[in-house]
C-alpha cells in the first residue's frame, strides 16, 4: 500500500474509536455478561450484521515473545477441530518450530480500550493450509467478549503495560481467574530491526481462531484487514535484554525461562475486522488490497455506539418501573377497598 493510501486507512480507522461511545458501550455493555449465552450470541450475530467494520488500533510497543513447543502432543489437543501444529519462524530466514506467542499490548477499539495479555498456538489449517494464530486464552483490564465465556469484565488486577525513562517497557499481569502471572522487563534501547516471516505475520493475520480454554463450537476463523507493510520489519530485542521475571501461563507445553525471540513494534498497528467477512475469505494480499478499498470507499454505514446499549436499556428499565409502580397502584387499591 502506497504512503497516501495508507495515511488515509490509518485515518478512517481512528476515526471509528470514539471514546464517548467506549465509555457507554463499556459501562453499560457489562451488563449483557448477566444474560444467557444464546441471548449473548443473537446480540453478538444482530451486532456483526448492522455494523460492518469495526476497528482494532494497537498501540507501541506492542511486544511478541515466542517459545518452542516442548510438549506438541498436549499442544495439538488444545487446537480446534480442522487444525494442526505448523513449524514457523518469526523473523525471515530463521530456523522453524512449533510455537506459542505471548503478546502484551494496549489496544483501542470501537467496543473497548485497555490493555490485553494474549496466548497463541500456531497452527495450520488442514482446508485451506493457512497460518493460523489460534487465540489459546487471554488476559485484560477491560471488557471483552469470546465465544466460549461471551461477554466478560476485566480478568487481570493489576494489569501493566507501560514505559520508563531508562527505554524499559514493563509488563505485569495478574490474573484474577487462574492466579496466573506474568511479568517481563525490555530494554527497548537494544532492538534492532529485522525483517518478519511473511508467511506468519500476514498470512496468519488472516486466519485466526479460538483454542485452548477458549475452544468453542461455536468459534468462527476471523481475518484482520491491514496493510502488510506493518508486518515487514520490527524490532529483534536480544537475549541479554529482556528479563522474563515470571510466566505461569501454558507451563506444560513450554519452559517460561526459554523464549526463542522477543519482537517489539514501536508504532502503531491499525486492523480493520469486517464482522460480516466469511472465515477464510482472505487469502492473498491482493485480497488484502481489495478489502481495504471496499473499506476506504464505503460511506454512510453505522458504526458502534454507546445510544445502541443506552436506548434498549432505558426501555428495559421504563418498562419494569411501570410494571412496578402498576404493581404497587394495585396493591393500594386493593388495599383501600
Not at 518452542?68 to 480446534?80: E, F
Not at 485497555?114 to 471488557?143: C, H, K, Q, V
Not at 486466519?207 to 485452548?212: C, K, R
Request: one cysteine or more.
Amino acid at each position: 500500500m502506497e504512503q497516501k493510501k495508507n495515511r488515509e486507512f490509518i485515518l478512517k480507522a481512528e476515526s471509528l474509536v470514539k471514546p464517548q461511545d467506549v465509555t457507554a458501550i463499556s459501562f453499560l455493555g457489562d451488563f449483557n455478561k448477566y444474560l444467557p449465552k444464546k441471548a449473548q450470541q443473537k446480540i453478538m450475530e444482530k451486532g456483526n450484521r448492522s455494523i460492518p467494520y469495526m476497528a482494532f488500533i494497537v498501540d507501541p510497543y506492542c511486544l511478541f515473545l515466542a517459545y518452542k513447543i516442548k510438549d506438541t502432543v498436549t499442544a495439538q489437543s488444545m487446537l480446534p477441530d480442522g487444525y494442526e501444529l505448523a513449524e514457523v519462524s518469526v523473523f525471515s530466514g530463521e530456523e522453524k518450530h512449533p510455537m506459542v506467542i505471548i503478546s502484551a499490548f494496549s489496544a483501542r477499539t470501537s467496543a473497548f480500550i485497555g490493555y490485553r495479555l494474549e496466548f497463541y498456538i500456531i497452527a495450520r489449517s488442514r482446508d485451506t493450509g493457512m497460518i493460523s494464530w489460534i487465540i489459546a486464552d487471554y488476559e485484560t483490564n477491560t471488557n471483552s467478549h469470546d465465544p466460549k465465556n461471551g461477554f466478560c469484565g476485566y480478568t487481570s488486577d493489576p494489569a501493566v503495560f507501560t514505559t520508563s525513562p531508562f527505554g524499559e517497557l514493563l509488563i505485569d499481569f495478574q490474573s484474577r481467574k487462574q492466579c496466573g502471572e506474568f511479568s517481563l522487563r525490555a530494554d527497548l534501547s537494544k532492538g534492532e530491526k529485522k525483517e518478519l516471516d511473511y508467511e506468519l505475520w500476514v498470512e496468519g493475520n488472516m486466519s485466526i481462531d479460538y483454542g485452548g480454554s477458549l475452544k468453542d463450537v461455536s468459534s468462527k476463523t476471523f481475518s484482520l484487514i491491514f496493510d502488510p507493510r506493518l508486518m515487514k520489519e520490527a524490532l529483534c530485542i536480544p537475549f541479554s535484554g529482556v528479563e522474563v521475571i515470571k510466566n505461569t501461563f501454558f507451563k506444560e507445553i513450554i519452559d517460561y525461562r526459554e523464549p526463542l525471540t522477543a519482537v517489539v513494534f514501536p508504532y502503531s498497528q491499525h486492523f480493520i475486522i469486517k464482522q460480516d467477512l466469511i472465515g477464510n475469505e482472505l487469502r492473498s494480499e491482493m485480497d488484502l488490497e481489495n478489502q481495504v478499498e471496499l473499506f476506504l470507499s464505503r460511506t454512510g454505514y453505522k458504526t458502534m455506539s454507546g445510544d445502541d446499549i443506552k436506548k434498549p436499556l432505558f426501555r428495559g428499565m421504563a418498562i419494569s418501573s411501570a410494571v412496578n409502580i402498576g404493581i404497587i397502584l394495585l396493591l393500594l387499591l386493593l388495599l383501600l377497598l
